[in-house]
């Protein structure tokens, strides 16, 4: 699933997290959208699903001071196809993610108001309190949860894409990987934690070590294979199947997803909004609301099959 981010505690005088993002077909360059921090303007999942409705139990679970303030602030990194990009007007953020958010925000009968945030700033975001909620296809790792707290809505692994081809015949396995240069976004856990270990495997087996060539977006993490600078680049399955499929100048390596994990939510340690935000999910998939979404987005159904949706993580 999405590029599973990983999240690096700095115990300095302030918390400092890393984080991470991806960018997938076809999205608007972020450089001229609507800043972080900044809302935008975002679709309704109606357009996707018309089965999201209030639900009056989930909307009872939902804290009287939010219901007081009427809205809620969802921080998601808009380049990141399909989970959150950049429609072609450059500020309206469309995606997966976009969609479920507001489908989260009905049942709950709350307004939501998706925002453009960095990746690496939207948990630190959570901790300030400058956002209510984050989605943007996090991964829920142990790591993270000693910050936030998690509520599951799918679930997946990363994978490597290459040139259309694979002229250089790489896979999922790390041996086949081994002195090469691997593409990731910064902050990601691809580039963190996977590409690291994959390099120490290949060392101690005598092979090349592994180049971790790192970008601020990951659609300059996938135009450095398509530009010949790297071999391969790895992120979230999902998102560079359609990459792939959008573009026709890469294509998924051989071989199953590594490492699938949790994607989930996040809001702020014992946060209220865990109860009705994990209510609504669970709500959403039974009434086929989050499928509807899935398969408008092209996500495969094991994203949900092989999740608890709703499920809170600690």
């Known amino acids: 699933m999405r590029p599973l981010m990983l999240v690096t505690l700095l115990a300095t005088s302030s918390l400092a997290l890393a984080a991470c993002t991806n ?94 945030a960095a990746f690496d700033s939207i948990l630190i975001g959570l901790t300030s309190q400058k956002y209510d909620v984050g989605m943007s296809a996090f991964s829920a790792s142990a790591e993270r949860a000693k910050v936030v707290d998690f509520v599951t809505y799918g679930a997946g692994g990363s994978g490597i894409a290459v040139p259309k081809g694979n002229p250089k015949a790489l896979s999922m396995d790390p041996m086949t ?47 450095a294979v398509t530009s010949g600078r790297a071999d391969a680049v790895m992120a979230d399955s999902v998102s560079l199947a359609l990459q792939a499929k959008a573009t026709g100048t890469l294509e998924l390596a051989a071989g199953p997803d590594y490492n699938p994990t949790n994607v989930a939510v996040a809001v702020p340690n014992d946060s209220p909004l865990a109860a009705p935000i994990g209510a609504a999910l669970k709500a959403l998939d039974k009434n086929g609301t989050l499928a509807a979404i899935m398969a408008k987005w092209g996500l495969p159904t094991q994203f949900a099959t092989q999740a608890k949706i709703g499920e809170i993580i600690k």
Do not use: H, W
């Open 177 to 223: 990987l081994c002195g090469r240069t691997i593409a990731a976004q910064k902050g990601t856990i691809q580039g963190l934690d996977y590409l690291p270990k994959f390099s120490a495997d290949c060392t101690a087996a005598g092979k090349g070590a592994i180049t971790a060539d790192l970008y601020p977006a990951q659609t300059d993490a996938n135009l």
């Open 23 to 116: 960018a997938g077909q076809a999205s608007t360059s972020t450089t001229t959208a609507p800043a972080a921090g900044v809302a935008a303007t975002s679709t309704t999942a109606g357009s996707a699903a018309g089965k999201a409705a209030l639900d009056p139990a989930v909307a009872a679970l939902v804290p009287a001071d939010i219901k007081a303030k009427g809205q809620l602030s969802f921080a998601m990194d808009a380049s990141y196809a399909p989970f959150e990009y950049f429609d072609t007007d450059n500020k309206t953020i469309i995606g997966f993610d976009a969609d479920l958010s507001q489908a989260i925000g009905t049942t709950m009968g709350i307004k939501v108001n998706d925002v453009n």
